[in-house]
């Protein structure tokens, strides 16, 4: 079965950090660029980070550029993003999704052709 299953929200008070971890099974992560979406209450979707396959160029939208790293571990077959300073307006469910490519468009991030989305995962800043 093909799936894609996210990990490691919660609610964390501003200043603090998470790791998010999109877990793949049934494919492999490696082949797919990976990208990190959110979605608050009442806005619309965001790309929020993207990895790349093959050389694994890395992607972050302004509004976390600085205090996000994405990376993979192929060994796990994850994609993890680590957010540090959180801030009340990251509060959001976090997605991951596969794609061919990376794509930023007019400051817009996203993947090409993505094809697997998991459930998502809560994060919640708030003191």
């Known amino acids: 079965q093909v799936q894609l299953v996210e990990s490691g929200g919660g609610l964390v008070q501003p200043g603090g950090s998470l790791r998010l971890s999109c877990a793949a099974s049934g494919f492999t992560l490696d082949y797919y660029a990976i990208g990190w979406f959110r979605q608050a209450p009442g806005k619309e979707r965001e790309g929020v980070s993207c990895?790349?396959?093959?050389?694994?160029?890395?992607y972050y939208a302004d509004s976390v550029k600085g205090r996000a790293t994405i990376s993979r571990d192929n060994a796990k077959n994850t994609v993890s993003l680590q957010m540090n300073s959180l801030k009340p307006e990251d509060t959001a469910v976090y997605y991951c999704?596969?794609?061919?490519?990376?794509?930023?468009?007019?400051?817009?991030?996203?993947?090409?052709?993505?094809?697997?989305w998991g459930q998502g995962t809560q994060v919640t800043v708030s003191s």
């Open positions: 990895i790349s396959s093959g050389d694994g160029s890395t």
């Open positions: 999704a596969t794609g061919d490519w990376c794509t930023v468009v007019a400051g817009i991030l996203s993947v090409y052709e993505a094809d697997y």
